[in-house]
């Protein structure tokens, strides 16, 4: 049984804040990359940040400086800390947990940014 459980989506203003939050069972959590992905209407899903096993971050250029990904290997929980959110975040969010070949996806947690 391999589950990825993300929370923390919602509304929120232009310029607000939000904390996803994506637990994971059924893997060896500490072993794998994971990541966070989005899909917003009529667009393809794009990477927007990963943290290695050994904690090493990378993001998509349009959220570097405001978004930031961390991880709490005691609770099997990866975070997406995103901050000063713009209309274009809008898009659901999708946790991902890879290591080689292994690819795991959560269902997806829905941002909407919208004054």
């Known amino acids: 049984q391999v589950q990825l459980v993300e929370s923390g989506g919602g509304l929120v203003q232009p310029g607000g804040s939000l904390r996803l939050s994506c637990a994971g069972t059924?893997?060896?959590?500490?072993?794998?990359?994971m990541g966070w992905y989005r899909q917003a209407p009529g667009k393809q899903r794009e990477w927007v940040a990963s943290?290695?096993?050994?904690?090493?971050?990378n993001y998509t250029d349009s959220v570097k400086g405001r978004f930031a990904i961390s991880r709490d290997t005691a609770k099997r929980t990866v975070y997406l800390q995103m901050n000063d959110l713009k209309p274009d975040d809008t898009a659901v969010y999708y946790c991902?947990?890879?290591?080689?070949?292994?690819?795991?996806w959560g269902q997806g947690t829905q941002v909407t940014v919208s004054s």
């Open positions: 059924g893997i060896i959590f500490s072993a794998y990359t």
């Open positions: 943290i290695t096993s050994g904690g090493s971050t």
């Open positions: 991902n947990a890879q290591r080689q070949w292994r690819y795991y």
